[in-house]
């Protein structure tokens, strides 16, 4: 069912085919029985079945028999979640007055939904993962769609606001009333299935209850069961393949069976059935289990929780060692990672394969013709230019000689990698380009990487005894034709919490909120782990169901079986499906991890898995966090996706700071060719072309990286006219002839390419173009060395023209010469290239980001100028996600451009409604260190070191910057806990009428340029400040908030020295000297919003209601080190 996190989902259609209905009208589309892997509704059998046997229905426990709790229950309850025939489920029937409170409920709900757009407005969320209403029903284009969420933990008796989770809020006193008293009762029933399953455990796993582990415990003290009412558009869809891929992936082993052994296909145990040669990086299928594809390269780290830029803060890669020391050069232990050893959780920025990855499409979003708003997205994803498939011109990077010739029939060149030799390198006659491993067969083994068992069987089965015979069998046509994808509110999927409690859903009328029938061929289906596949059917329409989640799997040791299921949607025209969710949370420290010697088993393996090894081990909090932030991720929509490679490329190539400045959003333009590449010219001169038209030139700046498209080139060169009849058999005048494609192409764009030109090794003019960048001179230096070579003919492997070229551009010539033949330069050239090889096959490819938000597309191939206008405008279009507008000093309102309004530390305030604690909620013991020797000690010696990476403190600069610019002439600030640099914009600092910077070290402040004052202070030994009251303008606390012991004391000082209508900001990230932070910081490091939390609580308690106006802030770089903002105002 829906939930607040899950662990996988398929990136292929599965196909609906006719055979077994679920009482389908004739005609109708109707499920398949071998498309399910199992036994279809009705009896038909699946794969591995006879068609005598039938799977066995979901467990009924009648609740009288629960509460007696008898050893017939408790049994009862080992057949719903042990073994591989359990489906992870139970179903508890005819609860007393269970009916009347759901029924009630539902039809609250679904009046909400349907009929009160005034009521969705009062109870409206600040975002879909935190209380309250979110989505536009009949038109949502998000994967969680149009909801109510609250927290039943909450409501309960004795319940309590959770403030990571977030304040509920309702559209009235009567919807709440009416929740709370159904969500009570459910809650209480499923408490009890939570303890029976404690039962089955304490007699089947060793010491479960003597080693401290109950499952009634974690869901008692969990602070959050997520109650969310669902509604589903009637258009809305997704697709996935998970049973027509394992169907058709044992057809073609059948088939394989059948032919001499496999010669080689890929690496030894890979799990791809690729023809990969040894020189190609071998990629690997996302993260086992997340059902993505990505396609990560073996030489590309595999990352731990995350990355600083992509979700997770503060994890490095694995070939990243963690430094002992945090800040950067000052020696000391810090904590700089999570202080629970944590594995990659789903793939970098997906929110652990959360409700919409990259690869399960959202097909469609809102109904054609039923009334309500409709807004369709696409269905797939759409392609780069230039890359196999999309018919448009690119150059494929290669050495190996190939026979036929680029676009059939049309004469532009297409060349293949160095390192993967093929027969055919061109594009056939429809424009798409030919693959050793056909489209058919690549979808016959799908992507997902819990498929990797499958393919794994095919890879080193040894059938084949020649590649281009199994290239042969592979693409015959024969193999089963493409299938019609089939449609699911919600694919194949594991809930990653701990447990969910789920409802029979309820179906309604779009237009009136009417209710009807369940839909034929819609309904809830599960699976067990050996492939039996059942819609739920249970003999009370108002039971309660209970399903097992991923935690509550791995917590056991896998003793107890999570859930396998999935949503069909037969597209029913104006109905909408509804549904109340419960995702139950446990303790959000408590960490996912397995009894003793049970580690193997508890995780799942097979065609079927739908979850791995990368859950293990961390925290409830952290994979709850890394959900939430992609779901909160304007990303999720499907619109807005970005692909993997984009992502990739991304980290490879930093976002430089702008020089232009001004308040346009500044795009860069990452440019992946070889300087001699023909395509890449033209492209390169219609993007320039386009930015023109858009008036634009201000606001792109083009970086030109390598990818040569032979780095084996003779130093001597090779007349183009042999290279295109050797490779390609066009022969000299039609090369020079006027038709000639490439030519006329060039003409359109203003370019006269010159026939006589040679093929030359261009390693040394990418030296010069590297070099280039320092003096921003690279889009100068490409455009002269483009005419030289592509106009006029000459050598641009020469030195002396090389030379020249860099003194027509401005260079100093001896510096150029300098910089073509300095080992530090040729390194550099050589590792990009290096990187960009093992992903990218064909040149041009183009990266475009928005440089503030790091939002953006990637592209290849030739572009018309009216195309990169439209791609300029998309990328502009996403730059929209960014810049917020908080409550500023004196009454002035700060808009910070570099916000991320989506972030969660950004609606962590928010979400709260208005709610603070009465009291203080902390003990002394959170505020002890484990060293609590005096600080002064530690800062004895001066280090001019900084703690931040460079892109972080240039965003903490530019917070300030926006800030300051509200400030009023003559402004006073205050810098607490400052150092030698407090990171103000020197344009505005100047300003400033009295700029005190407080510290420990002498020598430290001292060398602060910026300080109008020194004042040398330790606040935990003494928290009262020496300055007057209503003193400053402006208090700044920039990445020492962890280390105050009394911080209650410091902020009413800071409250005091302020004057009224003035401002603090304090600034914090993940890094920190460990030692010397308190407990409440010190046990999560990284959790940047559960501090956002903590700092409101120093604001709301010191002195207690003494600030207003509270904002926080995500200002974090796309990669870089986190930067998280608490604001607050005096009251004037």
């Keep these: 069912m829906m939930m607040i996190s899950m662990l996988r989902f398929r990136s292929q259609p599965l196909a609906l085919l006719g055979r077994v209905s679920f009482g389908a009208k004739a005609g ?17 059998a699946g794969r591995g079945q006879s068609a005598s046997e039938k799977p ?38 005819n609860i007393p007055g269970y009916a009347q409170l759901r029924r009630k409920a539902f039809r609250a709900g679904i009046d909400l939904a349907l009929l009160d757009s005034d009521g969705r407005q009062r109870a409206a969320a600040v975002n879909n993962t935190y209380p309250g209403w979110s989505g536009t029903p009949g038109s949502e284009t998000h994967p969680l769609q149009s909801s109510m969420l609250f927290n039943v933990k909450e409501v309960i008796p004795n319940g309590k606001v959770d403030p990571f989770f977030g304040k509920n809020i309702f559209p009235s006193e009567e919807y709440k009333n009416t929740w709370v008293s159904f969500s009570t009762h459910m809650h209480n029933i499923a408490m009890e299935v939570v303890r029976g399953c404690d039962r089955v455990l304490e007699e089947d796993v060793a010491d479960w209850a003597s080693h401290g582990r109950s499952l009634g415990r974690l869901a008692d003290e969990g602070p959050a069961l997520a109650g969310r009412f669902i509604c589903y558009d009637s258009g809305f869809t997704r697709e996935d393949r998970l049973m027509d891929d394992r169907d058709k992936a044992e057809d073609v082993v059948e088939q394989l069976s059948e032919i001499a052994p496999v010669k080689s296909a890929g690496h030894a145990a890979d799990g791809l059935a690729s023809m990969r040669t040894h020189s190609t990086p071998v990629k690997s299928a996302g993260h086992a289990g997340d059902g993505l594809a990505s396609m990560r390269t073996h030489s590309t780290p595999v990352k731990s929780a995350g990355h600083a830029g992509d979700g997770l803060a503060s994890m490095r890669t694995h070939s990243t060692p963690v430094k002992s020391a945090g800040h950067a050069g000052d020696g000391l232990a810090s904590m700089r990672t999570h202080s629970t050893p944590v594995k990659s959780a789903g793939h970098a920025g997906d929110g652990l394969a959360s409700m919409r990855t990259h690869s399960t499409p959202v097909k469609s979003a809102g109904h054609a013709g039923d009334g309500l708003a409709s807004m369709r997205t696409h269905s797939t994803p759409v392609k780069s230019a230039g890359h196999a498939g999309d018919g448009l011109a690119s150059m494929r990077t290669h050495s190996t000689p190939v026979k036929s010739a680029g676009h059939a029939g049309d004469g532009l060149a297409s060349m293949r990698t160095h390192s993967t030799p093929v027969k055919s390198a061109g594009h056939s006659a429809d424009g798409r380009a030919m693959s050793p491993l056909s489209n058919q067969y690549r979808n016959t083994l799908g992507s997902g990487a819990s498929r990797q068992t499958q393919v794994a069987q095919i890879s080193t089965s040894s059938l084949i005894t020649d590649q281009e015979d199994y290239l042969g069998l592979v693409a015959d046509e024969s193999l089963e034709a493409e299938p019609e994808a089939g449609d699911y509110w919600l694919p194949w999927h594991i809930d990653s919490n701990f447990v969910t409690v789920l409802h029979k859903e309820m179906y309604a009328r779009e237009s009136n909120a009417s209710l009807v029938p369940e839909p034929e061929g819609s309904g809830l289906l599960m699976m067990n782990k050996v492939g039996d596949v059942v819609k739920f059917e249970c003999s009370d329409e108002d039971a309660m169901v209970l399903q097992m989640g991923a935690f509550g799997q791995i917590y056991s040791g896998g003793q107890l079986t999570a859930c396998r299921h999935a949503v069909l949607s037969p597209r029913p025209p104006g109905t909408a499906r509804f549904n109340f969710c419960n995702f139950w949370y446990v303790p959000w420290e408590t960490v996912c991890d397995t009894p003793r010697g049970y580690e193997r ?9 739908m979850m791995d090894d990368s859950y293990l081990n961390i925290t409830m909090r952290q994979s709850f966090w890394a959900f939430r932030k992609f779901m909160t991720s304007p990303e999720a929509r499907v619109q807005f996706a970005d692909s993997v490679q984009f992502k990739e490329l991304s980290e490879m190539l930093p976002l430089f700071q702008s020089k232009a400045g001004g308040s346009q ?30 008036s634009m030139n201000a606001q792109v700046e083009l970086r030109f990286h390598p990818l040569f498209l032979n780095p084996n080139v003779a130093k001597e060169g090779e007349s183009l006219d042999d ?14 002839s006027e038709d000639y494609p490439l030519r006329k192409a060039a003409v359109q764009a203003g370019i006269n390419l010159n026939p006589h030109r040679r093929v030359v090794n261009t390693f040394d003019a990418f030296c010069l173009v590297e070099a280039a960048q320092a003096m921003q001179l690279q889009q100068r230096l490409v455009q002269v060395l483009s005419r030289r070579y592509f106009e006029e003919a000459e050598d641009i492997s020469d030195e002396q023209v090389l030379v020249a070229a860099a003194v027509e551009c401005g260079m100093c010539g001896k510096e150029a010469l300098e910089k073509i033949k300095s080992l530090e330069v040729r390194a550099r050239v050589q590792g990009r290239y290096d990187q960009l090889s093992a992903r990218l096959g064909e040149v041009p490819h183009f990266l475009l980001r928005e440089r503030i938000s790091g939002n953006g597309l990637e592209v290849g191939g030739m572009r018309s100028v009216q195309e990169w206008e439209d791609l300029l405008q998309r990328v502009l279009e996403k730059s929209r996600f960014v810049g917020m507008s908080i409550p500023g000093m004196h009454g002035k309102e700060v808009f910070l451009p570099e916000a991320n309004p989506h972030a969660p530390v950004s609606l962590a305030y928010n979400a709260q409604h208005g709610w603070s604690p009465t009291t203080w909620p902390y003990q002394d013991d959170d505020f002890s260190r484990m060293d609590e020797t005096p600080d002064g000690n530690m800062y004895a010696e001066a280090r001019l070191v900084e703690h931040l990476d460079e892109s972080s403190l240039e965003r903490l600069t530019g917070a300030y910057r926006s800030i300051m610019k509200a400030a009023p002439d003559g402004f006073s600030v205050l810098d607490l806990c400052g150092s030698w640099n407090s990171h103000f914009p020197e344009e505005l600092i100047g300003h400033a009428s009295r700029v005190v910077v407080h510290g420990l070290n002498v020598k430290e402040l001292e060398a602060n340029l910026q300080a109008t004052e020194q004042h040398v202070q330790d606040l935990n ?28 004391k410091v902020f009413s000082e800071m409250h005091r020295v302020l004057k009224p209508g003035g401002m603090a900001v304090v600034a914090y990230s993940h890094r920190c000297f460990l030692e010397k932070s308190v407990r409440v910081w010190a046990d999560a490091t990284d959790d940047g919003e559960g501090h956002a939390h903590l700092i409101c609580r120093y604001f709301q308690h010191g002195p207690q209601g003494g600030w207003e106006k509270l904002s926080t802030v995500d200002v974090s770089p796309q990669h870089g080190d986190p930067l998280w903002l608490v604001l607050a105002v005096k009251p004037r």
């Design 28 to 44: 109708s589309r109707m499920l398949s029985a071998k498309a399910l892997g199992g036994p279809g509704v009705g009896g038909a």
């Design 56 to 93: 066995q229905p979901v467990v009924e426990i009648p609740y009288k028999d629960l509460a007696e709790m008898t050893p017939e229950v408790v049994q009862l309850l080992r057949k719903a979640f042990v073994g591989p025939k359990a489906y992870g489920a139970v179903a508890i029937t």
């Design 601 to 609: 088993q508890a995780i799942n393996t097979g065609w079927n898995a």
């Design 665 to 694: 959003p500044q795009i860069q333009v990452d440019l992946i060719t070889d300087v001699r590449c023909p395509f890449s010219l033209i492209s390169q001169s219609n993007l320039e072309a386009a930015v023109a038209n858009l």
């Design 723 to 736: 290279y295109l009849w050797r490779e390609y058999g066009y022969t000299k005048e039609f090369a020079h």
């Design 1021 to 1048: 030994e003494c928290s009262q400040l020496p300055w007057n009251a209503d003193s400053f303008d402006l208090i700044t606390l920039a990445l020492s908030v962890q280390y105050l012991t009394d911080p209650r």
